[in-house]
C-alpha cells in the first residue's frame, strides 16, 4: 500500500484525505500497472530473444471492457489489494465502478477480438494485436421517451491509465496523389506514388497480461495526428486558422468508431481509418518489431496476420506496395511472401455485409493500392480462365472487380485470393461459406477454407463476472486450474445428480439475480423481482436476430392474460429482460427498439399481469452490463434466423453461466446443441435449408398472419395502437413490414417459437431438473472457451507455437 500511496501523492497529487474516487481509482491502476511492467518488459526483452514465429491480429476493433479487475486478476493481486485498500477505508469495489470502460468495438466482433488477445496472452503465444485508439467509441445509448438517442462516449475524459503513448514512435501515413512511371538508377521502369497528403499515426500500447503465467503482451492502437510538415506549411503562409483546421482534419481519421455492425456503411472516413491502421502497424512491424537486419524472405516464418473481417484487408495490397516500390522487389518475389502471412477471418453471411470499395473512391484516395489490386486480380484472373476455361459467368463471378451495381474492389474476394487460410467462426458457418457466399472459390482453393469456431475468455466472463459459481467450481474441482483449462468443467457433470450441488447452484443464480436487481435499480432506476424466470435477450439491435420474435411472445402472453383467453395463474412469472444497440441510421431497428419500449411501458403499469410479466430494457447495454447481467440469466434467447448468425458468443456466456438456451439451428446454437444435447437446449424454428426451400418457394408472411390466431392477436394489438396511446400511425413500419416483407422469416417460426417457450415454462416448473440442465450447461461448455479457439488457430492457420517464460 506504500507504493499506491506514493501514486496518489505524486501521480495524482493529492493526499489519502482529498482524493475523489477517480484519484483512488487512477492511483490503483498506475499500482497495478506498475507491478505488471516488470513482466511486460520482459516478454518484449525474451520476444525480441527468443525470435520466433509470432501473430499480429489486425482488428478495426477492440472491445476490451472494463481493465482494472482483470489486470488484478492476471497478477493474483486482487485479495492482497481488497485487504490493503479496506486498511485505508477504501472499497475496492467502488474503485471498479470508477472505470469507465473502453468500448472500442461494435459488438460480438470487437469483443471476440479482445478475449482473443487474452487468451494469446494466457497461453503464452509471441503475439501482438493492432487497432485504432479512438478518441469516441461505441455511442453511450439513452432513451427518451422511449426512443434511442445516441450521445458521445467520452471514455478519455476523466484519463486512462492503461496507456502508454509513444509519440516518438509516430509513423507517417499517405493519401491521395498520384502515380507515374519513372527510371530506377538501373534503367528499371517502376511506379512512384506520389501522395497528396499525410497523417501521423501514433502509437498507444496497452498491456494484455496473460492469466497468473507473468506474461504481458501488447495491444497497439494508433492515434491520427497532423504532420509537422503540413503544419509547418500551413502555418508559414500565414494562415493560422487553415492550419488549425488541417489538424483537426488529420485527427478526425481516428476520432470516432463507425456504430454499423454487421452492415458496412462504405463511407470514405472509414476507409481512411482501415488504411490508417493498418498502414502504421505493418510500417511497425517492419520497420520497429523486426530486427534491422531482417531478411524480409524470411516473412513467412516470422510473422502470421489475422485479417479480422474485411476491415483490415487493404493490408494485402500494402505490404505488395511496400515490397515492389519501396524494397524494389520484384513483383512475383513480393507477391509470393505476401500470399503466405495473411489469412482472413469471415464473420458473416448476409452479403451486404461484405464490404465493397467502389473504384471512384479507392483510386482517389488510394490510386497505388488500386493499380496493385488490379494486377493481382488480373493473375488471379488468368490462372482462373485457365483453370475453368470456357466459364466466363465464373470469372466474373469471383472476380476482385465488381462490375455491377458500380465498379467496386470486393474485399472478401482479395482477401480469398491472397490468403493462406480463410475462416468461418461456427461449424455451420463455416460449412454454409463453402457451400455458398464463397462457393466458387471453395470449389478453386479447396485446401483454404477451415473451420475455427468462436470462444470467450473464461477470465473476464467466469471467473471475475460470476464470483459465486467460480467459487463452487473451484470446490468441485478441487482448484482453479480450470480458469485456463477449461475443459475441466466435464468434473462437474456427475454433480448435475448431486442434489445437494444443485441446491447450492441455485444459491448462486439466486444471488446473482439479487445482484443485478440492485445494479438495475442503481443504474436505472429498474425494479425487478429476482423470484422471477430472467429471460435474457442481449445483441445487437438487427433484424435478423430477431427481436420482434421474443418481442410478438410476450405481447401473445399480455393478450392471452388482459382478453382472459389465459388465467394469469398459468403463467410463469417471468422478466423478459432486453438490451441493444440500433446502429443510428438503421431506422428499423430504431423502429424496434422504441416498440419493445412501448410495449414495456404498458405491460409493466398494467395490474392485469403485475408480478407476472415484467420487460426490463436497460439503455446503454454494454460489457460491464454484460458482466452482470448473464450471471443472472435463467433462459437465453439464440433466435436468429437458422443461417444468418455467423456464431453468435452470448450464447457461449450464457451456457457457461448456467442459463438454458432457447434456440434456433443457427451459428454456433448447433455445437451448444450437440454438446448440452437435445434435453437440456429448447431448439425450434426453420432449418437452414428448409428456410432455403420457404424463400425458393415464394414466402407469403400474410399466409401465417392468417392462419395463425395468436399471431395475428398480437400484430392486431400493436396496429391498433394499444402501446402508442391510440396513435395506429407510429408501429405501422413495423408491423407492414413483417406482414409484407419479413425478411427473416419471423412469422414462419412464430409458432415453433410459442411451442418451444411453452416445453421452457413446463421444464422451469421442475426446479431440479431445471438445475440439473444448468449444471450440464456448464459442465459441457469447456470447448467455448477463446483458448480452445486459439489452439485451433495455431494448429489449423497459424502454425506458430507458445513460447514459455523461463521461470
Ligand atoms: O454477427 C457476427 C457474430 O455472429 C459473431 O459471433 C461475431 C464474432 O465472430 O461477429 C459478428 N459480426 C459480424 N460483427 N460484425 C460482423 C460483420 O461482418
Not at 520476444?47 to 471492457?65: I, M, T
Not at 432506476?525 to 438487427?542: A, N, Q, S, W, Y
Not at 450471471?631 to 442459463?659: R, V
Not at 390466431?709 to 396511446?725: E, K, M, N, Q
Amino acid at each position: 500500500m506504500r507504493e499506491y500511496l506514493r501514486e496518489l501523492n505524486f501521480g495524482q497529487g493529492v493526499d489519502l484525505s482529498r482524493a475523489s474516487v477517480n484519484d483512488q481509482y487512477l492511483a490503483l491502476a498506475r499500482t497495478v500497472r506498475h507491478y505488471l511492467m516488470v513482466r511486460w518488459l520482459e516478454t518484449l526483452r525474451r520476444q525480441s530473444e527468443v525470435q520466433a514465429k509470432s501473430v499480429a491480429y489486425l482488428s478495426a476493433e477492440f472491445l476490451l471492457g472494463r481493465q482494472l479487475d482483470n489486470a488484478l486478476l492476471a497478477a493474483d493481486l486482487t485479495d492482497i489489494v481488497e485487504e490493503g485498500l479496506s486498511g485505508l477505508g477504501i472499497d475496492l469495489d467502488t474503485l471498479r465502478q470508477a472505470e469507465v470502460e473502453p468500448g472500442l468495438g461494435n459488438g460480438g466482433l470487437g469483443r471476440l477480438a479482445a478475449c482473443f488477445i487474452d487468451s494469446l496472452a494466457t497461453m503464452n503465444v509471441p503475439s501482438i494485436g493492432y487497432g485504432i485508439r479512438y478518441e469516441y467509441g461505441i455511442f453511450r445509448q439513452t432513451f427518451v421517451d422511449g426512443w434511442q438517442v445516441e450521445k458521445p462516449d467520452s471514455w478519455l475524459t476523466l484519463g486512462s491509465p492503461w496507456e502508454f503513448p509513444h509519440p516518438e514512435m509516430a509513423v507517417e501515413v499517405s493519401f491521395g496523389g498520384s502515380v507515374a512511371d519513372w527510371e530506377d538508377d538501373d534503367g528499371t521502369v517502376r511506379r512512384r506514388w506520389t501522395p497528396g497528403w499525410s497523417v501521423l499515426g501514433v502509437p498507444y500500447n496497452y498491456m494484455v497480461p496473460g492469466y497468473g503465467n507473468g506474461r504481458v503482451n501488447t495491444l497497439r492502437l494508433w492515434s491520427a495526428r497532423a504532420t509537422r510538415a503540413f503544419d509547418l506549411e500551413i502555418f508559414n503562409s500565414g494562415d493560422y486558422a487553415q492550419a488549425v483546421r488541417a489538424q483537426t482534419f488529420a485527427e478526425n481519421i481516428s476520432k470516432v468508431l463507425y456504430p454499423e455492425d454487421s452492415t458496412p456503411q462504405g463511407k470514405e472516413l472509414r476507409l481512411q481509418q482501415q488504411y490508417f491502421f493498418v498502414a502504421c502497424s505493418l510500417k511497425d512491424f517492419v520497420d520497429q518489431v523486426l530486427p534491422k537486419d531482417f531478411d524480409l524472405t524470411n516473412l513467412p516464418d516470422r510473422i502470421h496476420f489475422q485479417l479480422n473481417d474485411t476491415h483490415p484487408v487493404i493490408a494485402i495490397p500494402e505490404l505488395m506496395r511496400i515490397l515492389v516500390d519501396e524494397k524494389k522487389w520484384s513483383w512475383d518475389d513480393a507477391w509470393s511472401v505476401v500470399r503466405q502471412v495473411f489469412s482472413y477471418t469471415c464473420h458473416t453471411l448476409l452479403p451486404e455485409a461484405l464490404e465493397v470499395w467502389s473504384v471512384e473512391l479507392l483510386g482517389r484516395l488510394l490510386p497505388r493500392h488500386l493499380e496493385i489490386i488490379y494486377r493481382i486480380n488480373e493473375e488471379f484472373l488468368l490462372g482462373l480462365r485457365a483453370a475453368y476455361p470456357d466459364d466466363e459467368l465464373r470469372a466474373r463471378r469471383m472476380s476482385i472487380v465488381a462490375e455491377f451495381p458500380e465498379r467496386g474492389i470486393r474485399m472478401a474476394h482479395l482477401a480469398t485470393v491472397a490468403g493462406v487460410k480463410v475462416n468461418g467462426v461456427a461449424a455451420l458457418h463455416s460449412q454454409l461459406l463453402r457451400d455458398k457466399v464463397l462457393h466458387d472459390f471453395a470449389e478453386y482453393y479447396p485446401g483454404k477454407f477451415t473451420n475455427v469456431t468462436n470462444g470467450i475468455t473464461p477470465r473476464r466472463f467466469v471467473r471475475l463476472s460470476n464470483p459465486g459459481l467460480s467459487g463452487l467450481i473451484t470446490e468441485a474441482v478441487g482448484s482453479d486450474a480450470w480458469v485456463s483449462d477449461l475443459d475441466r468443467l466435464r468434473e462437474l457433470e456427475p454433480l448435475a445428480d448431486d442434489a445437494e450441488f444443485r441446491r447450492r447452484f441455485r444459491e448462486v443464480k439466486a444471488a446473482n439475480k439479487r445482484r443485478l436487481v440492485q445494479v438495475l435499480v442503481e443504474r436505472d432506476g429498474i425494479e425487478l423481482d429476482p423470484d422471477t424466470m430472467f429471460d435474457v435477450m442481449v445483441k445487437r439491435l438487427h433484424e435478423y436476430k430477431r427481436q420482434t420474435l421474443k418481442l410478438l411472445h410476450v405481447v401473445t402472453l399480455y393478450q392471452q392474460i388482459t382478453t382472459g383467453a389465459l388465467d394469469v395463474e398459468d403463467v410463469t412469472p417471468r422478466t423478459f429482460a432486453f438490451g441493444a444497440k440500433a446502429a443510428p441510421g438503421y431506422r428499423m431497428a430504431k423502429q424496434i427498439i422504441g416498440l419493445i419500449n412501448a410495449v414495456g411501458r404498458t405491460v409493466n403499469a398494467d395490474p392485469a399481469v403485475q408480478g407476472r410479466l415484467t420487460v426490463a430494457f436497460p439503455a446503454n447495454y454494454n460489457v460491464t452490463l454484460a458482466e452482470t447481467l448473464i450471471p443472472a440469466a435463467d433462459l437465453s434467447e439464440q433466435i436468429s434466423l437458422a443461417g444468418k448468425e455467423a456464431s453468435g458468443t452470448g450464447n457461449m456466456k450464457f451456457m457457461l453461466n448456467g442459463a438454458l438456451t432457447i434456440g434456433t439451428d443457427d451459428g454456433a446454437n448447433v455445437e451448444i446443441r450437440e454438446l448440452v444435447g437435445d434435453d437440456n437446449f429448447f431448439l425450434f424454428g426453420l432449418t437452414e435449408p428448409e428456410v432455403a426451400e420457404v424463400v425458393e418457394s415464394g414466402y407469403h408472411p400474410t399466409s401465417y398472419y392468417e392462419t395463425n390466431p395468436h399471431l395475428r392477436h398480437a400484430l392486431d394489438l400493436i396496429a391498433s395502437g394499444a402501446f402508442s396511446d391510440g396513435d395506429r400511425s407510429v408501429f405501422e413500419p413495423v408491423v407492414s413490414n413483417l406482414l409484407h416483407e419479413d425478411r427473416f422469416l419471423v412469422l414462419a417460426d412464430f409458432q415453433a417459437y410459442l411451442d418451444a417457450q411453452a416445453r421452457v415454462d413446463a421444464a422451469y416448473a421442475d426446479p431440479e431438473a431445471w438445475t440439473r440442465s444448468a449444471i450440464l450447461n456448464v459442465a459441457r461448455g469447456g470447448f467455448f472457451s477463446s483458448d480452445r479457439s486459439m489452439r485451433d488457430y495455431l494448429d489449423r492457420v497459424w502454425h506458430a507455437h507458445p513460447v514459455p517464460p523461463i521461470s
